[in-house]
């Protein structure tokens, strides 16, 4: 957390000598002085009133808070209460159409977040000929998962217009989100890329077996690679499953299990 406070310090010293909004930037730096100072003194991280330790997420999300949520003022829970039910409605725009039908398959998935909002990630998108599914879960919980949850919703929309194989799309998908997290975030994740004729191209990285049921019979399908965003330079692989009328692919997080 050191080494992120003093590079968005070096931001904000920049910034201020662009002669922009001066007294703003001076505050915000002022606030990172004061966290530095806290984690010289080894005290980054405890609620300035009770002196119990910060809500790892709301630390994660917001570096600089010093109060912990049971000691905040009315006021401020209302605030928070309205922020957490704005990032709820912006995560459900998100999602994809519950129930969906195209080229011969049939989507469909229940997305059920265990508090207000959820670091699971859930998507669909067509392309071309092809119908792209994705279905992950990022490291943590609260506010900073579901910040991660959109994160990685906005690569992978951009990404897949470019027209890569499903390993090469994931490969850049780990470095931008490696380069771009905390050292201590990471996903787990499956994509895949389904066609009319019923070959699904699927990579896993790191999450759990998908399960592909057929006459009765379920076989996993066991992970290709590490997390995303475990190594910035990381490489995966794929299966290929055909599946036939009938046949069904289940993909689920580990709130299922």
Known sequence: MREQLLDRRLKLETAVHSGRDILELNNLLSEVDAALERIKKGTYGLCEVCHDTLEMDRLIADPLAVVCIGCFTPQQRRALEDDLQLAARIQQELLPQRHFSVDGWEVSYHYEAAAVVSGDYCD?????????????DVSGKGVAASMLMAHLHAMFHTLTTLGLPVQELVERASRVFCESTLPTHYATLVCGKANADGVIQICNAGHLPPLLIRQGEVTPIEATGLPLGVFCN?????????????????LYTDGLT
């Open 234 to 250: 990381e490489q995966f692989s794929i299966d290929t499953v055909r599946l036939e009328k009938g046949d069904t692919l289940l």
């Open 124 to 136: 669909l998108t067509p392309r071309g000929d092809d119908l792209f599914f994705i279905l992950g």
